[in-house]
């Protein structure tokens, strides 16, 4: 039986609704989740399409409902934003809260299976499989066979890895279904996280087969070289940024390249002079809903 | 001489560039003052008209910056917006922390005339005087002769009290020059101060006279009363706002249109459904930014 939702909050935004709700979430091992979802006004009539939104290292569900601008676009496109949480909350494994790019805060969407995390840390399983699953059996009037994903930085690297996963399965447990989403975006992604700082530390804890486990799951250049079919991705990251060391977008755009991925298919975009910040991704918002909403509502 | 401005933090946004500065305001008795400034593109050849944002109460010079949702058309607009904070900092006047809605973050744009406030407390002279004055001195490219003001809550109180009183000068020591703003606008803003509890506890504490020292000068439904001049105001508040009793919106229609003010001049609306929220303000922010426009480029 599905978990119950408990809505948190509720704010009417472009004549449609974002709301927040909470509930068990098993795939955080029985830990209260929360996220936030915006319903455009056509929703009221039909089932809308779904862009799910994952943030970056120490946000949570209420960062790219904020300040991501992403809402009047999308209301004007009827589309739906999902924004979950960025790890499990209150799980009290020992370190959890020691920094701010691991643990609380920095799930890195993987399922953990390191012992001393596998049983809360399972991100990739939350947002993959069961947000869907209790949003769905909630009611509440989401099409989510017509799904797409992005995100930033940390979620940028979420979003592209279960999008390319989606081509890849079975992998790592529960995680996406085949083709299970039709597009996928990202602002400032990690995109090589086996050789990233934040990328290393991360699956050296959660993983117990550290970063050699992640190779094949959980690193996007890794992904784009085995994936045959073709996609629909957009990346755009600004050449102020400061966390460039740790994103790598050339890394990705020449795996993608050699395995025959077009710029049709892989559009990696350098903006001159914006930084890792919101105000760089709002002010390509509307282009990322715009390019989902090509694939959502085809 | 003007005090220099120190460069905290720099963002690309929208083609322009969200600044923040702080300096050593003489308006806030030698406190250090930060504020943020967004230049559209068109600033780099010539200078740009001007939309000062107001905060509510606990916000900062952040709030309406990240998530008011306003660069995106001031850029389309070729806008400048200046975001002041609500109140000074750090004064250690007794009882300035104790609640949320007096002392620290909540200066409520009055020159405070109490003595245990006022050497501190003067939101009015920084908003209308000194921060012109130090951004100018600055040499930041902005036409201070196209001035427009808006706000929310109690910043929308600040814009509408601020742009009545610079047709009824001189009053409260500094404050705007005649015919300072071409337009104000506000989203939920306290209309009628003197009458709503957040109002009458700022100006209990603020003033020495109190709410009858209030009257003539920072309540906006009186002064909209004595201004016979053609004004140009918008203001938008939402139907489900927790807070519409501390806002009174209808009698600050009622005593514009007594005084001849049309729907024209004085234009009230009432949005079904919406809260006090940013996802209101975020909501309408085009039009009120388009609003300006007309009147900053005429």
């Not at 390191?114 to 399972?122: I, L």
């Not at 996928?184 to 934040?198: E, L, Q």
């Not at 966390?243 to 990696?268: C, I, T």
Request: with cysteine; aromatic share 12%.
């Amino acid at each position: 039986m599905a978990p119950s939702l408990t809505q948190v909050s509720s704010n009417k935004h472009f004549e449609g609704t974002l709301t927040k709700y909470k509930f068990k979430s098993s795939a955080l091992g029985d830990l209260d989740a929360a996220f936030n979802v915006f319903l455009p006004a056509n929703a009221a009539s039909a089932k809308v399409p779904v862009l799910v939104y994952l943030a970056g290292l120490t946000c949570t569900e209420d960062n790219g409902a904020q300040k991501g601008s992403f809402m009047k676009d999308a209301a004007q496109e009827g589309i739906a934003l999902v924004f979950p949480d960025t790890s499990p909350r209150g799980a009290n494994v020992p370190g959890e809260d020691d920094s701010w790019d691991f643990g609380s805060g920095a799930g890195f969407y993987v399922n953990a299976t390191h012992p001393a995390w596998s049983k809360h840390y399972n991100m990739r399983a939350h947002v993959a499989q069961e947000l869907p699953a209790v949003i769905e059996a909630a009611g509440i009037p989401i099409d989510w066979s017509r799904q797409s994903i992005f995100g930033h930085s940390m979620g940028g690297h979420g979003a592209l890895t279960l999008y390319l996963q989606s081509f890849l399965p079975p992998a790592a447990g529960p995680g996406p279904n085949e083709r299970q989403y039709r597009s996928a975006s990202a602002f400032s992604p990690i995109c090589n996280p086996t050789i990233a700082p934040w990328g290393t530390k991360a699956f050296s804890g959660y993983l117990e087969g550290g970063i050699e486990e992640a190779r094949n799951v959980y690193d996007a250049t890794q992904l784009i070289s085995r994936v045959k079919e073709n996609v629909h991705i957009l990346i755009d990251y600004g050449t102020a940024d400061n966390f460039l060391f740790q994103l790598n977008p050339d890394n990705f755009l020449k795996a993608a390249r050699e395995a025959g991925h077009d710029d049709v298919q892989v559009r990696v975009r350098s903006q001159e002079g914006y930084d890792h910040s919101y105000y760089f991704i709002s002010t390509f918002a509307s282009d990322h809903i715009h390019f989902h909403a090509n694939f959502l509502k085809a």
